[in-house]
């Protein structure tokens, strides 16, 4: 009904909204009190304008249109697929490594049906989770024994609150790290109820320094991998075997954190050497922590390998309970690390080790083929060209550019300098499927090496607004 004298009466009821025709898909996509919510809220804008102007007239396609979009954007989910073209092969802002379609498939196998999570087929008895990964661990790092947590700050404060709880610790002063995210070991240290015991200096320790420092306070030795930074010119530490000797004529375990842990040797691919899991071990370790989704391509997680008293001891630790990772984890672990028992087919199916082996060459005659598609879309905005460049590993690699690779070059055109710049950056972020480069000298960067998927790269460009 209008009431002529009353502009509010103009503008339609929910129930007859919910009657238009283009309301029924909405309401089956997303549920009846989702779409009246909605509705309600395009009506109350709606009201908002005509108080401030009675002789608004509403349009009721726009208002359909209104509200799609807003259920649209609403349903939306806020963790989404982008592209990494910064450079960075194991971003950990942009999730670190991604999975091999084996490691994926393992996981939607379990996700949505029971699994012997914790049950033992053979016997019909319980199970222990850990026991899905622990003899592939076994058999590719020759540890005695092995167990998992959520990631490797986990496995290091759950070492150091099971071994070491109101002891000392002995640590060189130059490897007392700070991984981006605030991890740093001191606050670790203290956290887990341990006293670090700093030994040396920042740029030389000696095993003297290691060997002045034990006392009847002292719990461990530890060794922390300086994954994310060098110590250059004048230094000195200590070999893994004289520490391990050392703490074991005091009957102490020798401990590692080795941050990345590779499983394989990376030199043999023409990468940079990481140090091993299994090298820590043979050297006399009694210990060793690694992530999961560092150089070793899978899930999040922290791997500890080591002898079985002590993973028996972490094991009893309530605190493991509180950390453990979960089905979709063990998964993935489980599928990741089976594929290292095809090392020759491993650069091709574990996706970290596909980007970080990819030629300049390829690279380069990628960006040859989408360089007339980017050109073209941006033709009033900007020169598009292909240059040389070199990507980074990441994720506790040393933070150099190591791996020659291309890059597109975008430089906008004519004045407007950082501004347009930074919309175009802004534009290339708001596409279905983010791009993300790296801004440096005036110009928007791709690194295209984590480009894999360019037809979907290519036809997204049409939706982008610059
Ligand atoms: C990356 C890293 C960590 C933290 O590992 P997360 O898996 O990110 O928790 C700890 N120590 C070292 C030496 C590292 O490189």
């Given at each position: ?15 007859s ?5 283009e ?10 009190s989702a779409v ?14 005509l ?26 989910p ?7 073209l910064?450079?960075?092969?194991l971003h950990?802002n942009l999730?670190?490594a ?17 699994c012997?999570l914790?049950?033992d ?7 222990d ?8 661990i076994r ?8 167990t ?27 490897e007392?790290i ?7 070991i ?26 002045e ?8 030795i530890?060794?922390?991998?300086r994954s ?6 004048f ?5 893994e ?13 020798f401990?590692?954190d ?24 043979a050297?006399?370790?009694?210990l060793?922590?690694?992530s ?15 002898s079985?008293?002590l ?6 630790n ?7 990772v979960?089905k979709?984890?063990l998964a ?25 082996t ?9 960006a ?16 598009v060209?292909v240059a ?5 590993i990441?994720?506790g690699s040393?933070?150099?550019d190591?791996l020659?690779s291309?890059?597109?070059?975008i430089?906008?055109k ?8 930074n919309r ?9 499927i ?31 607004n610059?």
């Amino acid at each position: 009904m209008t009431d002529p004298a009353n502009p509010f009466s103009r503008l339609p009821s929910v129930d007859s909204l919910l009657a238009q025709p283009e309301m029924i898909g909405l309401k089956q996509r997303y549920g009846h009190s989702a779409v009246v919510a909605c509705l309600r809220f395009e009506l109350a804008k709606l009201r908002e304008a005509l108080s401030i102007q009675p002789s608004f007239e509403y349009d009721l396609g726009k208002l359909i249109q209104d509200c799609r979009q807003h259920l649209a954007a609403q349903f939306k989910p806020s963790l989404q697929p982008v592209f990494n073209l910064t450079g960075t092969v194991l971003h950990t802002n942009l999730g670190r490594a991604l999975l091999a379609e084996e490691a994926v498939q393992a996981v939607l196998a379990v996700l949505a049906s029971p699994c012997n999570l914790e049950y033992d087929l053979a016997s019909a008895g319980r199970g222990d989770r850990d026991d899905h990964i622990v003899g592939l661990i076994r058999e590719l790092t020759g540890a005695e024994a092995a167990t998992v947590v959520n990631n490797n700050a986990a496995a290091v404060f759950l070492l150091l609150n099971t071994l070491a709880m109101r002891k000392e610790v002995i640590v060189s002063r130059g490897e007392l790290i700070e991984i981006g995210g605030a991890f740093r070991i001191p606050d670790i240290m203290s956290r887990a109820g341990a006293k670090l015991r700093e030994v040396g200096t920042t740029n030389r320790t000696h095993l003297k320094d290691y060997a002045e420092a034990i006392s009847p306070r002292t719990a461990l030795i530890m060794k922390v991998h300086r994954s994310n930074y060098a110590i250059e010119g004048f230094t000195a530490s200590v070999a893994e075997e004289k520490l391990a000797e050392l703490a074991h004529e005091k009957a102490l375990p020798f401990v590692e954190d080795l941050g990345s842990g590779t499983l394989i040797d990376l030199s043999t691919y023409g990468l940079p050497k990481e140090p091993t899991p299994q090298q820590a071990l043979a050297l006399g370790t009694d210990l060793v922590s690694f992530s999961g989704d560092k150089l070793l391509g899978g899930p999040q997680a922290g791997i500890l390998v080591g002898s079985k008293a002590l993973i028996g001891k972490l094991k009893r630790n309530p605190l493991k309970r509180a950390l453990r990772v979960d089905k979709l984890t063990l998964a993935a672990l489980e599928a990741t690390l089976s594929l290292y028992r095809s090392p020759e087919l491993l650069a091709r199916q574990l996706p970290t080790l596909r980007l970080l082996t990819r030629t300049q060459e390829d690279i380069q005659g990628l960006a040859q083929r989408i360089l007339p598609a980017v050109q073209s879309t941006l033709n009033d905005h900007a020169v598009v060209s292909v240059a040389p460049c070199r990507s980074q590993i990441g994720s506790g690699s040393l933070p150099v550019d190591l791996l020659p690779s291309a890059c597109l070059v975008i430089a906008p055109k004519g004045k407007g300098g950082g501004k347009s710049l930074n919309r175009l950056a802004n534009a290339f972020r708001e596409l279905p499927i983010p791009v993300i480069g790296r801004l440096e000298d005036g110009a928007l960067r791709f690194d295209l090496r984590c480009l894999e998927d360019e037809t979907t790269f290519v036809d997204q460009l049409k939706a982008l607004n610059p």
